[in-house]
């Protein structure tokens, strides 16, 4: 079988009809891997080449799981294990929609934060922050820079640390 027909067939079986698939119900036998890297950047690669067709794009993220094991395109017939650098997905906005931060990430999924939701904070190499939110099924997107900012101006101080209050949860962001 050819990568072609299997991002093919991925791209047809993965098509959405209301929703996202149910891809954690899903046990297929066939199993293996593709060439297939997501980048800290959000880009996805295969084979080398970048995926410019962002429907495509956006249609293989809803079939993506991370197990333990690995992320994963997942289909009712077939699993294919691939390469995340970082976090599959990018946060490139964030808006106020009355108490809740609602992010939108590189691939159109929108999150609020809160509870199912939460954003957390990682020290990077250098000390540079690395934020991300909960998007789905153990997927974060990595906060981009810009909405980091944003989160920054609205943070407040809480016992040492400062943070911003989505969906009436403390998600700390920062020391000051």
């Keep these: 079988m050819s990568n072609k027909t299997t991002l093919d067939q991925l791209a047809e079986a993965a098509q959405p009809k209301r929703g996202l698939p149910p ?3 899903w046990n297929p036998e066939r199993s293996g891997q593709i060439d297939i890297v997501i980048r800290k950047d959000g880009s996805w690669v295969h084979e080398g080449g970048e995926i410019k067709r962002e429907a495509l794009v956006r249609l293989f993220s809803t079939i993506l799981r991370k197990d333990p094991d690995g992320t994963w395109l997942v289909t009712p017939v077939e699993k294919l294990k691939i390469t995340v650098e970082d976090a599959p997905f ?3 906005r964030v808006d106020r929609v009355g108490g809740a931060l609602r992010f939108t990430t590189n691939v159109g999924d929108e999150v609020e934060a809160g509870p199912d939701h939460p954003i957390r904070v990682e020290m990077g190499e250098g000390g540079e ?4 939110v909960h998007v789905r099924g153990g997927l974060e997107a990595l906060i981009s820079r810009p909405a980091f900012y944003e989160l920054a101006e609205v943070a407040e101080e809480r016992d040492g640390a400062l943070g911003v209050v ?3 949860q403390f998600f700390e962001v920062g020391r000051p």
């Excluded at 922050?129 to 991300?132: A, E, G, L, N, T």
């Design 129 to 132: 922050p690395r934020p991300y």
């Design 90 to 92: 990018v946060a490139v």
């Design 23 to 25: 891809v954690h119900l």
């Design 166 to 168: 989505s969906n009436g």
